[in-house]
Each structure stands twice: as C-alpha cells, then as structure tokens.
C-alpha cells in the first residue's frame, strides 16, 4: 500500500517546522521565499494533499459554491453543461469549487429543500439556484443563511439577485432577421404559454412574441393572429403545426420556431410538402442546441439562449456584492442570433 504522507512528513522532508508548513499551505505572508519554496518542492515530491475538512474548521471558509439544480432537472438537460462550465470556470479562476445537487424529485416528492439543506450542511459560501427554462421559482425561506442568486429564474417578490435570458431581445432578433430577408408573413410556432409545474404566463413564450411583435411593428408589417400557433413541443404536434400554416390560404414564406426541436420537426413537414429551405420557406429556431441546430440541412439560423454567461454571470455576482441591497438587482443577457444556411 502506499504511504499516505502527512504535514509532519512534509515537514521532515522540507526541514522546516510543522507550522511553516501550515503557514504555507493556508497562503499565510510570514514565511520566507526559501522556506515556501522548500515546502512546495516536499509537497510535489510527497504528492501530499492536505485535508480538506481540517482547513475547512480552521479558515472558517468552504471555498464551495453549491450549484443547486431545481426540480425540472435541469442537470439532466443538454444546456445543463453549459451553464455549469460558467459557473465551473469563473469559481475556478477564484481558486473555489464547485458542489452540484440535482433537486429532482424522488417518489413524487420535489428534493428542493432538502437538496439546499445538503449543501447548507457542507457550509458552502453561497448558492445558485438554477432552472431548466426560465419561469418564476420559490425559494424556502429557511434557505437565506448564504448568498442566493437565481440564474434563468426569478422569485415573484424579487427578494434574490436573478439573471436570466432577454426573451424580447431574442423574439426580436430572429424576426427582424427574417424581415430583413424579404419576409413579411411569418409564422411562429411559439412555445406553449402553460407549464404542468409553474404558473402562467412562460416568460419564454410570452417574451418571444412580444419581440416578434416588435419588430413587425418596426417593419410596419401588420400583426396576424393566424399566423401564430402554441406547441406542447412533441414531435408530431410540431410537424402538425406545421403542416396547419403552410395549408393556409395565404401560407407565410417564414417559420419562427419557438426552440431548435420545433424547428427540427418543421424542416420535415416542409420536406414532406416538398419545399426547400431556404429557398421556399425560412426557418429560425432559438435555443442554439449545438447537437441539433448545426446538424440539420441546411444548418439552422438560430437564437443562442445565453446559459455559460448566466453560469458565469452568477458566480461573479455572488462575490461582487458585499451588502444585501434593498432591491436585489433582476438581470437580462442578451440573446444573439447565430446565423447559418437557412434564412
């Protein structure tokens, strides 16, 4: 078995006392440059670790930031990664770790609360609470013994600093792009405006259409209802809706799709009618799910929805803010649109 070496064997090999060696590995100033450097070369020479729960008790400080994961289990999603490895990188760059709860739900029951107590429990620094699509979330108020700060959700009462996707920004920027293409009927399969888990509207759904509004208004195109249909997002129904705008009297030359899914079943419902993309019809989706929208043919124009910068974003508020504010700030990242082949 090999030897487990301990700070008295570092000692040892460094010639220098225990407590030179602690100065050392707690970043302390009183130790000269000679004695540091002959304890880092014991220590690589040793490949000695030091005990993380010892240095937890003395410094008082984790050096951990729980990444709590809500109920829609968002860790199991592809964009999960995403705003995890903003998260990850910035605590990295801060010499801090990263715990990671999924706050799924076993026997029906939701894990919130009792996943947020596990890493109030490990004494972590401060809390992101993260959700799978952006919607209003409760947090429990037994939960506000460490910094909190929501990424793509927010609290009805705003109590929490919040960073979520600009929705308006993203239904603006992939209708204007089809504008600016020719196109003045465009349809859009929006996302549906109801959730079994939270309350109406979907932010998502309603901050979309707002923008597509939006910009039809700049373009003094005129806003048709008809042209505007609401997906439960299974495959068939989005192939359907489809299939439903382009058999209208007058069918738009443009399809916004409310996420890259959608928009994948309605490339086959035109490919069934036997229209090209982009020649016959236009497409946009949003999401930028990248093992799908550069997949498809012709590769899909879409709208990037934000999650490494809501990751990152997160981390570094949580340690730029020293002082609760009376109004936790609410906060929007932009949603570009990544353009590809089929506009």
């Known amino acids: 078995m090999q030897h487990k070496y301990t700070i008295e064997d570092v000692a040892k090999i460094a ?9 050392v590995l707690n970043n302390h100033p009183a130790v000269s440059d000679e004695a540091r450097a002959k304890v880092l070369e014991a220590i690589e020479k040793s490949n000695y670790r030091p ?28 964009y999960a990664v995403d705003m995890i490895r903003g998260a990850q990188e910035a605590l990295w760059a801060m010499g801090k770790v990263m715990l990671v709860v999924n706050a799924g739900k076993a026997n029906g029951e ?10 109030l429990e490990r004494r972590v620094e401060g809390i992101i609470y993260a959700a799978m699509f952006h919607h209003a979330v409760e947090i429990p108020p037994s939960n506000s013994q460490v910094p909190i700060v929501l990424a793509n959700c927010f609290s009805e009462d705003r109590r929490f600093p919040s960073v979520v996707p600009d929705e308006v920004a993203g239904g603006y920027a992939a209708t204007k792009h089809l504008l600016e293409a020719g196109h003045k009927r465009i349809g859009f399969i929006n996302l549906s405006s109801t959730h079994p888990s939270v309350p109406s509207p979907i932010p ?79 497409v946009v989706g949003f999401d930028n799910q990248l093992d799908l929208a550069p997949a498809l043919w012709p590769s899909l124009t879409t709208v990037q929805l934000p999650h490494y910068e809501m990751g990152k974003w997160a981390v570094e508020y949580l340690f730029s803010v020293k002082e609760k504010s009376p109004q936790p700030i609410q906060h929007m990242i932009d949603c570009p649109l990544i353009i590809r082949e089929s506009v």
Request: glycine share 8%.
């Open 204 to 282: 998502a759904a309603s901050g979309r259409l707002k923008g597509y509004k939006k910009a039809l208004e700049e373009f003094d195109v005129p806003f048709d209802e008809s042209l505007i249909l609401y997906t439960k997002q299974t495959p068939q129904r989005n192939y359907e809706l489809t299939m439903d705008l382009m058999q209208m009297p007058n069918p738009p030359t443009a399809i916004f799709c409310g996420n890259d899914r959608t928009a994948m079943a309605c490339y086959g419902a035109l490919s069934h009618l036997g229209l090209r993309i982009p020649q016959d019809v236009a």
């Open 110 to 119: 939701s894990m919130t609360e009792t996943s947020l107590e596990a890493l």
């Open 15 to 23: 010639g220098v006392s225990r407590g030179t060696v602690s100065r």
């Open 51 to 78: 005990n993380f729960s010892a240095r937890h008790m003395r410094t008082d400080s984790s050096n951990l930031i729980g990444f709590g994961l809500l109920a829609d289990e968002v860790i199991t999603t592809p």
